[in-house]
Structure formats: structure tokens, C-alpha cells
């Protein structure tokens, strides 16, 4: 069966400080990959999905980049943290078998506050 | 943009029927139409997935018109712990990308 791993479960920083938040996925290959972010009482805003090695695409610009060096592998960084980075972080997959009918399979999400 | 739109909150009592409709004017042919629930601090589970008329599982129902502009998904005599925020979701124009709507938040009262 597919499992999803995302960690840390909370991380605190100052503002300033490099993030570095790590996706793996497994049991199934060539993952579609995706980050989210969701604010305190607000909806899943999209950042970054992936549909294989190296091809990342960005959805709304900020500090934020995301690297896919493996097929299962998903991070998340910025080399400053800003106060509003703040969030729930969350990575999540999907099957590319065929386009349309996707599910989306969530990790447990990084709660991050930036001090 | 959000391809949907949903009601932002319902109240509902304890073993009641609830329905959740959304509304998404320019799903793609190829797309399904896809609900899931979040809880506080956890990620989105999925619940349902149906591409036209009726699809039913164990937890819930979601039926789809003829045209497909709207979908809407009924949770059968929900209890307190269906308390959460529903979201459905459809591709961006036959597309990997998922943007989520706003999601309607359910609170279902004793």
C-alpha cells in the first residue's frame, strides 16, 4: 500500500532563518507531488506541484521553492522565512495512471510558525 | 482562481441529512468531480468521487446533474464527529493542478 511521510510535525523559526521541509512517498512510482498551504482558519492555497524529476511548477510567487531530487521525493524551502510564511504545510499525491480521476492522498501536514 | 464554489458554513443537528452542494461551471470533459473532509491540524481525507449521475459508498452520496456544473454531496444522519470542512474539487481544464475552493464548513449540533 502507499504511504505518505512528511516532517516535522511542528517546526518553530525566526524570521530570517532557512526552512527545509521534506515529502517522501511510498509504494507507487512517479508520483504526481504537490505542497499546500493553509493559514489559521483559511483554505488550501496550491504552491508547488510536480509531475516527475526536476519538473516543478509554481502557482503563486514568493520566498518559497520546491526540488524534486527523486521520484518520491518532495522538499520545500526558502533561504529567509517571513513572518507571513507562517502555516499549515501540507504534501499530498497522486496517481498519474489516468488524468482526470485522481485522488489526492494528504500527509499530516507541518504546522510551521515563524517568530 | 477556485473551479468551485461552495457554501461557506452549514449547521446541521445530529442525525439529520445534510447537502452540500458546489458548483463548477467549467469542469474540464474528462474530469471528475472529488469531496473530501478536513479536520483541524490534519490533512484532507478523501470521501467520494463520481463522474456523472449517482455514486454512494459507505459514508456518504454524491449525485452529479446531466450538465455536470454542480454536484452535491449528502452525508446521511451525520453525527457530531462530521464536523469538519468539506471540499470538493474538480482538475483545472484536464490539468494535474488541484486548486481548492473555500471548502464549507459543516458544525453539526447535539
Known amino acids: 500500500s502507499q504511504t505518505i511521510h512528511q516532517w516535522p510535525a511542528t517546526l518553530v523559526q525566526p524570521v530570517g532563518s532557512p526552512l527545509s521541509l521534506e515529502c517522501t512517498v511510498e509504494g507507487t512510482s512517479n508520483p504526481n507531488l504537490y505542497w499546500y498551504r493553509q493559514a489559521a482558519g483559511r483554505g488550501l492555497q496550491l504552491l508547488f506541484y510536480s509531475v516527475g524529476i526536476g519538473q516543478i511548477s509554481s502557482e503563486v510567487p514568493q520566498n518559497l521553492s520546491a526540488s524534486r531530487p527523486q521520484d518520491r521525493q518532495f522538499i520545500l524551502s526558502s533561504k529567509k522565512l517571513l513572518l507571513s510564511d507562517s502555516g499549515f504545510y501540507l504534501c499530498?499525491?497522486?496517481?498519474?495512471?489516468?488524468?482526470?480521476?485522481?485522488?489526492?492522498?494528504f500527509g499530516s501536514g507541518t504546522q510551521l510558525s515563524v517568530l | 482562481l477556485a473551479k468551485t464554489t461552495q457554501p461557506i458554513s452549514m449547521d446541521s443537528y445530529e442525525g439529520q441529512e445534510v447537502n452540500i452542494t458546489c458548483s463548477h461551471n467549467n469542469i474540464a470533459t474528462n474530469d471528475y468531480i472529488t469531496w473530501y473532509q478536513q479536520f483541524p491540524s490534519q490533512g484532507p481525507r478523501f470521501i467520494i468521487q463520481g463522474y456523472k449521475t449517482k455514486v454512494t459508498n459507505e459514508v456518504a452520496s454524491l449525485f452529479i446533474p446531466a450538465d455536470r456544473k454542480s454536484s452535491t454531496l449528502s452525508l446521511p444522519r451525520v453525527s457530531l464527529s462530521d464536523t469538519a470542512v468539506y471540499y470538493c474539487l474538480v482538475g483545472d481544464k484536464g490539468t494535474y493542478k488541484y486548486i481548492f475552493g473555500t471548502g464549507t464548513r459543516l458544525k453539526v449540533l447535539a
Open positions: 499530498a499525491w497522486s496517481s498519474t495512471l489516468l488524468k482526470g480521476n485522481e485522488k489526492l492522498f
